[in-house]
């Protein structure tokens, strides 16, 4: 960004749509968020592909304004699902937008689905069909 006058203006644009495809990208995330909270209510748009399991209940707690979610089903057998499965039913939206990739039939895959069918019909309230 050019000056302070355009960080100002496009800092909370740059962080209206996350996505995270990456431990690495989701531990700067976190980081970030738990320096500067302010920076949590600017997130709009969030996705979350690869599978990425960490500790995402400090940014779903950090971020109540996202609208649209998009999540990605794949989740490799060597992964754990257990902090995106905490962190999904702290979260409201009114958009949900799931993907799934063939060759991802695992139990870390069958507990993430079955985590996101349970907020589905109980938790996430606000969805818009």
Not at 46 to 65: F, H, M
Not at 69 to 94: D, E, I, K, T, Y
């Amino acid at each position: 960004i050019v000056c302070k006058q355009w960080y100002r203006i496009g800092l909370p644009l740059f962080y209206e749509s996350v996505i995270l495809r990456t431990i690495t990208q989701s531990n700067a995330l976190r980081t970030t968020l738990a320096r500067k909270p302010k920076m949590g209510l600017w997130i709009r748009r969030l996705r979350i592909d690869g599978g990425i399991c960490g500790k995402l209940e400090n940014i779903t707690t950090a971020a109540p304004n996202i609208a649209v979610f998009h999540l990605s089903l794949g989740v490799a057998s060597s992964q754990n699902p257990g902090g995106l499965c905490r962190a999904l039913p702290l979260m409201q939206f009114s958009e949900l937008y799931l993907h799934t990739f063939n060759g991802h039939d695992n139990r870390a895959s069958r507990t993430l689905r079955a985590t996101v069918l349970r907020c589905i019909s109980t938790t996430w309230t606000r969805l818009v069909s």
